[in-house]
T-cell receptor, first 113, second 109 residues
Framework: DGGITQSPKYLFRKEGQNVTLSCEQN?????MYWYRQDPGQGLRLIYY???????QKGDIAEGYSVSREKKESFPLTVTSAQKNPTAFYLC????????????FGEGSRLTVL | GEDVEQSLFLSVREGDSSVINCTYT??????LYWYKQEPGAGLQLLTY?????DMKQDQRLTVLLNKKDKHLSLRIADTQTGDSAIYFC?????????FGTGTRLQVFP
């Protein structure tokens, strides 16, 4: 079945370490997104990409990096520069020219020890 | 930029109707959306409404849009325990949706 796969579902990291979250989609969608979710704050956009080899910063890009080398993949690296990385991270994709519906993965929960 | 606000909690009895409200600031959104998030999972689109519509009904769901007041609501008829979740409204450009804070709906017997 088509969908978005995020891994790992749970991740623990020591302070000062970088960590990469995987996001893969087989929906043939052009656009992909990374959101961060914190309790009581809704979803905040970290980075998005509308086409391969191109991406834009969202509202809270500091301390994060992404790449988009393949249409299907949009990994997110949480670097040691991110001051408060403990959160639930959601990857999404959408089809260009659609009503804008986002398809979400199941999320990755990152905890910094 | 767009700002989207929702109340944080709503508690209803099973079988009653639930109404979840949302206010937004950017009236240029082409579509406005309602998403549902179950515990520990991603979001799923429940329904959306085109900005030139006032109402959309889809089975137990009714969306009302008041463009003058920039107010969006989601009514769930005959609320069931399976409707317990967090509900997000969202608007903005299709390339950059802005989500509300989410309303946690709790349904009790």
């Amino acid at each position: 079945d088509g969908g978005i796969t995020q891994s790992p579902k749970y991740l623990f990291r020591k302070e000062g370490q970088n960590v990469t979250l995987s996001c893969e989609q087989n929906l043939n969608h052009d656009a992909m997104y990374w959101y961060r979710q914190d309790p009581g704050q809704g979803l905040r956009l970290i980075y998005y990409s509308q086409i391969v080899n191109d991406f834009q910063k969202g509202d809270i890009a500091e301390g994060y990096s992404v790449s988009r080398e393949k249409k299907e993949s949009f990994p997110l690296t949480v670097t040691s520069a991110q001051k408060n990385p403990t959160a639930f991270y959601l990857c999404a994709s959408s089809r260009q020219g659609s009503t804008g519906e986002l398809f979400f993965g199941e999320g990755s929960r990152l905890t910094v020890l | 930029g767009e700002d989207v606000e929702q109340s944080l909690f709503l508690s209803v009895r099973e079988g009653d109707s639930s109404v979840i409200n949302c206010t937004y600031t950017d009236s240029s959104s082409t579509y406005l959306y309602w998403y549902k998030q179950e515990p520990g999972a991603g979001l799923q689109l429940l329904t959306y409404i085109f900005s030139n519509m006032d109402m959309k009904q889809d089975q137990r769901l009714t969306v009302l849009l008041n463009k003058k007041d920039k107010h969006l609501s989601l009514r769930i008829a005959d609320t069931q325990t399976g409707d317990s979740a967090i509900y997000f409204c969202a608007g903005g450009d299709t390339d950059k949706l802005i989500f509300g804070t989410g309303t946690r709906l709790q349904v009790f017997p």
